[in-house]
DNA sequence: TCCCATTATGTTATAATTCTACATGATTTC
DNA sequence: GAAATCATGTAGAATTATAACATAATGGGA
């Protein structure tokens, strides 16, 4: 992952970096440009275009086009954090997991939704939903997915910015955590145990989600699969705090059997229940 | 021209209009087309769904890419709101106005940007000058932006959400404002009297400005040309309250006459001082 | 009503592009 | 200093786009 520093001899070519950068900075300019343009510009063969293209396009930087690419209007605090990957990741089960949290919640209700990938999809469907609510993040995007809602109410944690997760943490969010008490809380984690419950890597985030799960009648946390069985640094919250796990079908049988033993509603998304039709 | 009816019998073929609008619905609803999910849709051939995709690519109705087509106004994403039109607006002259704005900016400083698309174009040129600097704004996309800078710390306000500027607003907002003391606060504003001062709408956005004009050492104001001459709502501070003012070439000249021999330092930006040659 | 001009569509062939696999040189790591 | 990793380039295969032509359908006239 260290950038490389060939500098040579007279042309000294670009890293990786600055040349996806340039690209960029070209299309900002100019709104589209062709391969062959790029590989003048650039002094690189049309292959390495090509796969710069490819990555910037993987984190909707830029819009691929025939012979090209294009500009997108997407901001650019998207693509330069890992955000855009880990929405991508598990997409398909994080969508039909927030599908199935959709049906928790009631219009009038408040909300608290934690800066998850998979809380992120819910935003956007709350968004759609048109529900009356009030909905408290402390996640930036889900500020503004649910904020283009003309029925929801959103209000946000303010503190210090973590670029990891798009969210506010630290001090300030702190405070302003204990001024609120909302019906549910939607979390995700970065790792799950059905006998101990779930963790978290950074501290500062897990101190977010301890005040916020104290802070709601009812703690529900959406985990895909790939959280099952892990790990991490601390502890957020024992398995006793938390009323309803949504997750989807691929999740270990036997977890979801001693969640349901210890007194947990579990829900599998896109299991059991028949998905609703889709309107037609 | 006329467009053609054959309703025979059966499955009725859609005319040639009917079918471009199902084009642009599908792809509004989903994202992305491929080609051969058009055919199968409308029941034509490769050739006739192309023919028809070309027509509206030329319309800037959506963007071709490989294998189909992609909807161009970056949909079911991010903010449909106003804001990605304010930054377009005059979006050469902000970007020059922040690049001097950029100028008035020492390592190690802390400051203040409101959520303006100003101050968005400066937030940009801030993330990438790397400068170790502490940004409190309450602006989520400030904050964003900002935050992909790995020498800058930031702090958001929190607060009630306004789709409008993708800011935070409100008493949660107003009250983390006073726990805050910055060198250098940056503000735009909707509209700009050299006699009297700036002016906002918002009432809520105009507090926040207010506060933190109160807590900076110095208070810079972007304003392009189109902001000169009018009055808005609310003052949001009297001229004496502000200390530099950056603006381009466009705005009138006995304007800037006036803030001069009122002791206010101006700076017109793209003016005297040379562009960089870009790079050939 | 018939015929012709026009438009719309489908088919094929050809040209262009994109993707895949592999080879090479550079850089880092142990 | 050697192995592993990463970045890049080259060439051929697969896919896609374009162009040219053929056919079918419509709309006006005569």
Do not use: W
């Amino acid at each position: 992952m260290a950038p490389r520093k060939h500098i040579i001899g007279g042309t000294a070519p670009l890293s990786v970096d600055s040349r996806q950068r340039r690209i960029l900075d070209e299309l900002q300019a100019r709104g589209s440009c062709t391969y062959r343009e790029f590989e003048k510009l650039l002094g690189v063969s049309s292959m390495t275009v090509r796969r710069d293209v490819d990555v910037l396009a993987k984190r909707d930087a830029l819009i691929k086009t025939l012979g090209g690419a294009q500009y997108s209007n997407v901001p650019q605090f998207l693509y330069e954090t890992a955000l855009s990957e880990r929405i991508a990741v598990n997409r398909a089960e994080k969508d039909i997991i927030a599908d199935s949290a959709l049906k928790l919640v009631q219009p009038q209700q408040t909300l608290y939704l934690d800066g998850s990938s998979t809380c992120i999809a819910l935003a956007r469907l709350l968004a759609k939903a048109q529900f009356a609510l009030t909905v408290i993040t402390n996640s930036a995007i889900i500020a503004m997915e649910v904020g283009v809602s003309p029925t929801a109410k959103v209000l946000c944690l303010g503190g210090d910015y973590d670029p990891q997760s798009a969210s506010f943490v630290g001090v300030l969010a702190e405070e302003a955590c204990v001024k609120f008490f909302v019906d549910t809380a939607f979390m995700s984690t970065k790792a799950f145990l059905p006998e101990e419950g779930m963790f978290e890597s950074s501290i500062a985030a897990l101190r977010i989600k301890q005040l916020m799960a104290q802070r709601s009648a009812k703690l529900v946390l959406l985990v895909d699969h790939s959280k099952f069985g892990q790990r991490s640094l601390c502890r957020v919250v024992a398995i006793e705090a938390i009323h309803t796990v949504v997750t989807d079908a691929k999740s270990p049988r036997a977890a979801l059997e001693v969640l349901r033993k210890g007194g947990r509603q579990v829900v599998v998304a896109g299991g059991s229940e028949p998905e609703e039709p889709k309107a037609a």
